[in-house]
Antibody, heavy 117, light 111 residues
Framework: EVQLLESGGGLVQPGGSLRLSCAASGFTFSSYAMSWVRQAPGKGLEWVCSVSDSGGRTYYADSVRGRFTISRDNSKNTVYVQLNSLRVEDTAMYYC??????????WGQGILVTVSS | QSALTQPASVSGSPGQSITISCTGTSSDVGAYNYVSWYQQHPGKAPKLMIYDVSNRPSGVSNRFSGSKSGNTASLTISGLQAEDEADYYCSSFASSSTLVLFGGGTKVTVL
């Protein structure tokens, strides 16, 4: 059974940093690209970033490029996203998702990030 | 404003069919057969319902179907059931700096 478990969220002040982790199990992690997708309270889904299966290629939404960094450790079956220079508008539930070609077939339950003073 | 345009809400009675539209541009929905649809119940993670315009993942009811014409994709739910009440999001690959676009979501209400 494919499982994705996010961790690392919480309350942070504007300008602060957080690192989110997503531990994967139930599939050959190193064979799949991975994504982070977020959802602000009461709002729709927004793609944040993706990383290729090897970790060699990364992609970012314009809204986070230069502030967020996605990475992965295939030996630990874990994908990360480092969130820097956080803004109030980054407040959201952050979902980790497995990527198959151009869609996301499995999603974690999400982790909440709140940016507030 | 979301990159892909969906109606805010659609409703139908049990047993009826409803269709949700998803309008993009010639740089995303119109350019690629990479439209996917996700169902999200309140407080839950999104669930993949349709991928590559019209393909259903294993385990998804055949009451869900997808199609595309030009820059607009559609999700049809046939034989509407109470459990179908949820938010639905479309998504498309895009040839822009933002590679993945989502629609603003459509709330489906079963009357």
């Amino acid at each position: 059974e494919v499982q994705l478990l996010e961790s690392g969220g919480g309350l942070v002040q504007p300008g602060g940093s957080l690192r989110l982790s997503c531990a994967a199990s139930g599939f050959t992690f190193s064979s799949y690209a991975m994504s982070w997708v977020r959802q602000a309270p009461g709002k729709g889904l927004e793609w944040v970033c993706s990383v290729s299966d090897s970790g060699g290629r990364t992609y970012y939404a314009d809204s986070v490029r230069g502030r967020f960094t996605i990475s992965r450790d295939n030996s630990k079956n874990t994908v990360y996203v480092q969130l820097n220079s956080l803004r109030v508008e980054d407040t959201a539930m952050y979902y980790c998702a497995r990527v198959v070609q151009h869609h996301r077939d499995y999603w974690g339950q999400g982790i909440l990030v709140t940016v507030s003073s | 404003q979301s990159a892909l345009t969906q109606p805010a809400s659609v409703s139908g009675s049990p047993g009826q069919s409803i269709t949700i539209s998803c309008t993009g541009t010639s740089s995303d929905v119109g350019a690629y057969n990479y439209v996917s649809w996700y169902q999200q119940h309140p407080g839950k993670a999104p669930k993949l319902m349709i991928y590559d315009v019209s393909n259903r993942p294993s385990g998804v009811s055949n009451r869900f179907s997808g199609s595309k014409s030009g820059n607009t994709a559609s999700l049809t739910i046939s034989g509407l059931q109470a459990e179908d009440e949820a938010d639905y999001y479309c998504s498309s690959f895009a040839s822009s700096s933002t590679l993945v676009l989502f629609g603003g979501g459509t709330k489906v209400t079963v009357l």
